[in-house]
């Protein structure tokens, strides 16, 4: 059996003001042809369809186009699972007339014990539920972690696991020293949210979302399948696409398939002046950028300068006030100096230069002025 992986796709994203709506289109028809060349048996999508709970029309637009290709059109098999981004009720709506074309939307606790077979693979979800969903579905107020959680659901499942069969469980959570980004909005504010890796253990394989890195932890048979864009800067370097796991004769393996996006993620550091010379090694021109740049505090409106030759800038930081290196690298008493050697030292400082001739007049006529008063 061929299963691939995928999750956090977060279809109506906006990174800085901008909307990726047109690079996860491009994505996805990449990943479609891929389907058509891996032929797999099924697709498991784990969880952060959307973005957000109310997305727009063109994010539900485009869902509905490629499930569409994917399950009526290509006759592929999916099974869906809501995460903390998704609206439960959105998402699960039509569920069970879809299951007729084979597309199984699992979004609530009732359904952790009822697998999806498929040849002889079962597939257990466990749709994302806030903990006070989880007391009031196992009617227990002693839950009040995500462990705790997770450790009722397995107890459930536990008791209907057939293990003859592959046992594969489906989820949207963190694990214990995952990898993580700044665009994965915490399950749940004032609670620690990781599980640990050892309560999976009655499954063949775990498959997971909410963590956008593929290799996000070290694991024989736990697999996230990473986002399928890069969604933050603090994920510029990773690489997004799907997975890929094998099923022969009951022994499994995965493999990573990485898709090239439309535009990626770059955070280019260095001189303003550099970057407006066109100096600074870019990949290329109409990636997504953050520039931190130094020496820019005399340019009016650097950004805009930046946009006329990178188009799709969308972050700038000043680096040229960085505070974390003493100014007095001799450990000089600052209060042994005199005002023009202070200001001489903070402006070379902050600048990397040193003050001009005619810098350090007006300097003296300023502070003679202030110090005296002004004698016109």
């Known amino acids: 059996m061929k299963i691939i992986h995928t999750a956090d ?3 109506g994203r906006i990174l800085n003001g901008k909307s990726l709506l047109e690079d996860q289109q491009y994505i996805l028809d990449k990943f479609i042809v891929a389907m058509e060349e891996e032929q797999p048996d099924v697709i498991v999508v784990a969880g952060d369809l959307y973005d957000t709970s109310y997305p727009n029309k063109d994010a539900i637009q485009l869902l509905e186009s490629v499930i569409d290709t994917l399950n009526l059109k290509m006759n592929i098999p999916i099974i869906i699972t809501n995460g903390n981004h998704d609206s439960r009720e959105r998402l699960n709506y039509g569920a069970k007339w879809f299951e007729k074309s084979g597309m199984y939307i699992r ?4 359904a952790i014990t009822k697998p999806i ?6 597939f257990y979800t466990l749709p994302f539920a806030t903990i006070n969903e989880a007391q009031f579905f196992f009617d227990d107020k002693s839950i009040e972690t995500h462990q705790q959680a997770l450790n009722k659901a397995l107890e459930y499942m536990s008791e209907v696991i057939d293990t003859d069969k592959v046992n594969i469980l489906i989820g949207h959570l963190t694990v214990h020293g995952g990898i993580r980004s700044e665009s994965e909005r915490p399950l749940t504010i004032g609670t620690v949210e990781s599980v640990s890796e050892d309560a999976f253990q009655q499954f063949d394989r775990v498959m997971l979302g909410h963590l956008h890195h593929p290799f996000s932890i ?3 048979f736990i697999n996230y ?6 969604y933050s800067f603090s994920e510029a370097n990773q690489p997004k696409g799907y997975k890929k796991l094998e099923i022969i004769d009951n022994v ?11 535009r990626q993620l770059e955070v280019i550091e260095g001189d303003y002046e550099d970057a407006i010379q066109e100096k600074l090694a870019v ?5 997504y950028f953050h520039f931190k740049l130094k020496h820019m505090s005399h340019v009016s409106d650097p950004m805009m300068h930046l946009k006329k030759i990178y188009p799709n800038t969308l972050a700038l930081t000043n680096q040229t006030f960085n505070f974390d290196t ?3 690298h001799e450990n000089i008493e600052i209060q042994k100096l005199d005002d023009s050697t202070i200001i001489d030292n903070f402006y070379q400082s902050i600048t990397d230069e040193q003050l001009t001739k005619n810098q350090s007049k007006k300097i003296e006529s300023i502070m003679s002025e202030l110090l005296e008063g002004d004698t016109k």
């Open 9 to 11: 796709w977060h279809l």
């Open 107 to 110: 979004t609530q606790l009732e």
């Open 117 to 122: 077979s498929i040849e002889n693979v079962d």
């Open 218 to 220: 070290k694991s024989n």
């Open 225 to 230: 399948s990473g986002s399928i864009l890069q």
């Open 252 to 262: 499994i393996s995965d493999k990573f398939i990485q898709l090239q996006p439309l």
């Open 283 to 287: 990949m290329h021109k109409d990636n």
């Open 326 to 328: 003493p100014i007095h």
